[in-house]
T-cell receptor
């Protein structure tokens, strides 16, 4: 079974600085998708960014980018120019390409942004 | 606008009672999912459905059941609520196949006393 590990329960960053959240996963498959979701205090789950495993190029979405290392099974999220609104719980998630749309989530990382 | 809703948003119940959490989506998505969120565990899959009359067990399905009689709804039933089922429950939906995002409802906080 696939597992997703987020080794940082909590992180802090100064406003306008850059922070990287770590995620590793375990799978024997070669084709899959990876996601980062954000959960602010409102509890709403919001998709931040996604990556297809067969694509070499790292995904970017404005201030958010990933460092996808397929051989190392690592999928870290970099947030540049951190803003107060980035404070949230961040979840890394894995989905196998063919076995339906089920997501396997990591335990989450709480990100605090200091002004 | 299409959306996914859950009701109730908060519920307190007693051990042994049957509880049903509602999930309704207007995206016309085939796939629907129920997750529970607990500190230290992230979100864990309870049950999921890929279409009408299709239901499947997830990682933590014991004590829960679902039924899918139409595209829009996937109610989650706790047959006999236990304190271990105190959690936040999320419903989600997506289209089938491809590189598709799951859209989540706002969550239901359930407390079992």
């Amino acid at each position: 079974a696939q597992t997703v590990t987020q080794s940082q329960p909590e992180m802090s960053v100064q406003e306008a600085e850059t922070v990287t959240l770590s995620c590793t996963y375990d799978t024997s498959e070669s084709d899959y998708y990876l996601f980062w979701y954000k959960q602010p205090p409102s509890r709403q789950m919001i998709l931040v960014i996604r990556q297809e495993a067969y694509k070499q190029q790292n995904a970017t979405e404005n201030r958010f980018s990933v460092n996808f290392q397929k051989a190392a099974k690592s999928f870290s999220l970099k947030i540049s120019d951190s803003q107060l609104g980035d404070a949230a719980m961040y979840f890394c998630a894995y989905r196998h390409m063919e076995y339906g749309n089920k997501l396997v989530f990591g335990a989450g990382t709480i990100l605090r942004v200091k002004s | 606008d299409a959306e996914i809703t859950q009701s109730p948003r908060h519920k307190i119940t007693e051990t042994g009672r049957q509880v049903t959490l509602a999930c309704h989506q207007t995206w016309n998505h085939n796939n629907m999912f129920w997750y529970r969120q607990d500190l230290g565990h992230g979100l864990r899959l309870i049950h999921y459905s890929y279409g009408v009359h299709d239901t499947n067990k997830g990682e933590v399905s014991d004590g829960y059941s679902v039924s899918r009689s139409n595209t829009e709804d996937l109610p989650l039933t706790l047959e006999s609520a236990a304190s271990s089922q105190t959690s936040v429950y999320f419903c989600a939906s997506s289209v089938s196949g491809g590189f598709n995002e799951q859209f989540f409802g706002p969550g239901t906080r359930l407390t079992v006393l």
